[in-house]
Structure formats: structure tokens, C-alpha cells
């Protein structure tokens, strides 16, 4: 039997050899070789497991994958004991908490005897592009996450044909039984441009519904009874082949409660509202990039229309969507940055941003989310317009497909009044409301001066008085307007 000195001066000799040929291989052998070798060998040791594991992207190409959104809700609600960190979270006016999975923590989950076991997965990425800022350059990153599932591979029939569809229906129930309404806007340029989500979001806590809406009695029935068609029509549209969509212009004057609708609108259904500013947007692919990342069951808006594009007649020029049109007007001076005044650094990376933000959406980009082929990307979506000039806009814009919808936003009338009257004072019947509801008919006066006036006083008798002083003044400014 060898000494103990033997063994030891063996086990030394190999580990210098092995020493040796490492640092050999390592200057000797090509990387693109060691990698083809080193990737053989996982493949081989990976054909003798039973395990398969599958990867669940946050996003799909330029689409959200809606089985990373469902996992991401379904884990938050389960515990295992391997999981050593969860993110707790509850916005403002929320009164649930919300509970995801933390960076890289695992869980354990079980399914009709599988055992299936979840990796929250995130990378930091750094972009090579930089974005100067008054003269400081400043390096961005983005997260890119994703799930790994892993499972014993005889089960991957059910884990696809049964397990999926669970989760798809068990976070759809939890998303409506515990959804806060949000209004999504969009973030600042530099962080969609560097790969960061396109929308951030806010609780959202409008109090206007259909009742509070000073509205015509049949113009909001209307309006309900065409959301809640809408809603329940998945098949007809399918069948039909049209994308799952509705698009609504609210036009009329300021201040005649087209915001309110839309709040109205959103309460009613329980969707969420993106808030759409064309103007922050530069070019086609951006707008593309931008809707695609919206959510289904949603409203996205766009607030004054006629003054977020320039639309002009498409038969005398190529349209185009000016969305910086102060920009041929400003002056590029060495050292200045205010409002009027623009300045770049020599760096080309500065050159690179300032062309990337003269570039711009043209109208048949718009259409063609709004009834070309992407406007089949997604479901369960309304679209509103808001203009206070209708006849501002371009035909191409109206039609039917893409607005369905006219609904005219008018000046208060006498049934308008009588939602007022009860939402402000709490009272249906006033001797002053009949004087008041005369009057109307001959001023125009929008529902948000008449709100303005019934704000002054909780009590009815002086704050009717008010609004007849007002109507009255308005009445007689009116007349004077016209004889001159």
C-alpha cells in the first residue's frame, strides 16, 4: 500500500499537470471550440434527464406574452417554502394588496400529482447607445425577464393543454375580482427609445358615471346599450372577420363633458385607459411599437384630435402628421437650451437623437392601427377620439371602422340641468328649475359652467339663484353680441 507521502506527492503532481494543460488550452484552444465543446457535453448530460424546461418571455416579438402577464398574477398567489422573497405593493387608493414574484426567486407549484417548478428570471441588459443631456452623456439599461418552468417531460401534454389554460382562467378571475382601474400615459421618450416599458401607470379614481353625466336621457341609453353589445359580441366579430374593437369621436364644444364620458365609459366596463399624446410620438414604427403594447379590455384615447395632427388634404400633398411642427422654426444656437432654443454637442450620438425625433407619423400609419392589419392585434378594445371641430379632421378618419360612433357633445340642455341639479343640490323639484330650464333653451351654456355655478353654495335656493343671475348675464352678453 503506498505511504501517505506517495499519495500526496501524486495528487500534487496531477493537479500542476492539470494546471498546465489549462492554461495550455486556454491560450492554444479557440473560444468559438472550448463553447462548441462545452455546449456537447451540457447536451449530453442534458439527454439523460427527465426534465424539460420551458421558457415564458415577458414579450412576445412586439407583443406582451399574455402567459408571462397570467403567471405573474397566478404565482403572486401562491407560497413555497423555497421562496425567500416576494414584491408587496398597494397604490394609492387601492385597498388590496398586490403580490408578485421577486428577481430570481423560485416556486413550487402542483397540479392534478405535477410537480412544476417556477424561476423568476432577470437580466440586466446595458444599452451602447447613449442620450446627452445638456451636455452630459448618460449610459441606459433595460431589464429583460422571463420564467422558466420546469417539469418531468411525460408531462408536457398536460402541462400545455390543462395547465396553461388554469392559469390563463385562474388570473383572469383574480384580475377582475381584485383590478384597480389605471390611467396609463405615456414614459419620456428616452426610456422607450433604450427599451424600458412604453406606458406608466397611475390609480384611477374618476367618480363620473352615466348617472352623474349631463346627458340626454336617450343619448345615454344609447351609448350603454352599445358598450354592453360590444362586450358580448367575441364571436360575431370573428365570424364577421373584424378585429374586436369599437372607435368613438366625441365632438362639440369645450367644456360640454367629453372627458367625463370617457371616465364614465371606463367605470362602466371596467377597463383601463391609455391616454395616447401623438406628439410625443415620431414615427411609424414608434406608434406601432407603442399601441401593440396596450392591453386588451382597455380604452385608448386620444384628446383633441384636430390639434395633437396636422392633417391636411391628402389629395393635394402627401399627408403627414407635423407632430413637432415648432421645430422647423427654432434656432440652433451654440451653448443655448430653453423653450425656443435648441443646442447639440458634437458627439454623434447627440446627432442620432436629434434626427431620431424629426421623423414623423404619417395619417395612413394611424390607420392602418386603426383598421389595417395591426388593428387585429389585440381584443376587447375601444378607441376614442375627442374634437372640439369635427370638420377639422380628415374624411379618412370618420368612417365608419375606424370611428363607429359620432356622439355630439351639446351645450347643457333643460334634461342635462335635471342630472345637475340632483348631483349638486340632491333636489328634482325647485321652482327656479323651471325658470332656469326656460332660459336654457335660449343661451348656450356648457354643463361645466352650470357645475362651476351650482359649486358656489350647498344651499339650492341661493345657488339656483346664482345660476339664473348667470344664464340671464349670458343671456343679455348674447343679445348685445348680436345687434352689434
Given at each position: 500500500m503506498p505511504s501517505a507521502k506517495t499519495i500526496v506527492s501524486t495528487a500534487a503532481s496531477v493537479a500542476a499537470s492539470a494546471m498546465v494543460i489549462r492554461s495550455i488550452a486556454r491560450e492554444l484552444v479557440p473560444h468559438e471550440l472550448k463553447l462548441f465543446v462545452l455546449m456537447n457535453i451540457r447536451g449530453l448530460f442534458e439527454s439523460f434527464s427527465s426534465e424539460i424546461t420551458l421558457i415564458i418571455d415577458q414579450f412576445d416579438g412586439l407583443a406582451s406574452n399574455q402567459i408571462y402577464r397570467a403567471a405573474d398574477i397566478y404565482l403572486g398567489n401562491k407560497i413555497s417554502p423555497s421562496t425567500k422573497m416576494f414584491r408587496v405593493s398597494m397604490p394609492e387608493k387601492e385597498n388590496k394588496m398586490s403580490i408578485s414574484m421577486a428577481k430570481n426567486q423560485e416556486i413550487v407549484d402542483h397540479f392534478d400529482g405535477v410537480k412544476l417548478k417556477w424561476k423568476q428570471v432577470t437580466r440586466q441588459v446595458e444599452s451602447t447607445q447613449y442620450?446627452?443631456?445638456?451636455?452630459?452623456?448618460?449610459?441606459?439599461q433595460s431589464e429583460i425577464r422571463y420564467f422558466n418552468l420546469t417539469f418531468h417531460k411525460q408531462h408536457k401534454d398536460k402541462v400545455l393543454n390543462s395547465y396553461f389554460p388554469y392559469i390563463l382562467r385562474k388570473s383572469k378571475s383574480a384580475q377582475e375580482e381584485n383590478k384597480t382601474l389605471k390611467l396609463y400615459s405615456l414614459n419620456q421618450d428616452h426610456a422607450r427609445r433604450f427599451g424600458l416599458d412604453s406606458w406608466h401607470w397611475i390609480t384611477f379614481n374618476h367618480p363620473a358615471t352615466f348617472d352623474t353625466l349631463a346627458m340626454e336621457a336617450e343619448l345615454k341609453k344609447m351609448i350603454i346599450e352599445d358598450l354592453e353589445r360590444f362586450v358580448k359580441r367575441k364571436d360575431y366579430y370573428r365570424r364577421v372577420g373584424k378585429a374586436w374593437k369599437r372607435g368613438y369621436l366625441l365632438y362639440g364644444p369645450p367644456g360640454t363633458g367629453k372627458s367625463s364620458l370617457i371616465a364614465a365609459m371606463s367605470n362602466y366596463l371596467n377597463f383601463d385607459i391609455y391616454d395616447l399624446?401623438?406628439?410625443?410620438?415620431?414615427?411609424?414604427?414608434?406608434?406601432r411599437r407603442v399601441l401593440l403594447s396596450t392591453g386588451n379590455r382597455s380604452i385608448l384615447v386620444v384628446e383633441d384630435i384636430d390639434c395633437s395632427l396636422e392633417l391636411e388634404d391628402r389629395q393635394a400633398q402627401p399627408t403627414t402628421v407635423n407632430v413637432l411642427k415648432p421645430l422647423r422654426t427654432m434656432q440652433v444656437q451654440p451653448t443655448a437650451y430653453d423653450n425656443k432654443k435648441l443646442s447639440f454637442?458634437?458627439?454623434?450620438?447627440?446627432?442620432f437623437f436629434f434626427v431620431s425625433f424629426v421623423i414623423q407619423v404619417t395619417l395612413s400609419g394611424l390607420l392602418n392601427f386603426l383598421d389595417g392589419l395591426w388593428s387585429s392585434c389585440g381584443d376587447e378594445r375601444i378607441i376614442v377620439f375627442t374634437t372640439?371641430?369635427?370638420?377639422?379632421?380628415?374624411?379618412?378618419?370618420l368612417r365608419p371602422g375606424r370611428m363607429?360612433?359620432?356622439i355630439y357633445m351639446s351645450y347643457c340642455?333643460?334634461?342635462?340641468?335635471?342630472?345637475?341639479?340632483?348631483?349638486?343640490?340632491?333636489?328634482?323639484?325647485h321652482p327656479l328649475i323651471y325658470e332656469i330650464k326656460e332660459i336654457m333653451q335660449n343661451v348656450r351654456v356648457t354643463?361645466?359652467?352650470?357645475g362651476e355655478q351650482l359649486l358656489k353654495n350647498e344651499d339650492p335656493e341661493i345657488a339656483l339663484k346664482g345660476l339664473l343671475e348667470f344664464l340671464n348675464a349670458k343671456l343679455i352678453?348674447?343679445?348685445?353680441s348680436q345687434a352689434s
Open positions: 442620450v446627452s443631456y445638456t451636455g452630459q452623456s448618460t449610459k441606459m399624446e401623438l406628439s410625443a410620438v415620431h414615427s411609424n414604427s414608434e406608434l454637442s458634437k458627439n454623434p450620438c447627440d446627432l372640439n371641430h369635427k370638420d377639422r379632421l380628415d374624411p379618412a378618419v363607429d360612433v359620432h340642455t333643460p334634461c342635462g340641468f335635471d342630472s345637475l341639479a340632483a348631483n349638486y343640490l340632491g333636489i328634482t323639484d354643463p361645466a359652467d352650470v352678453e348674447g343679445c348685445e
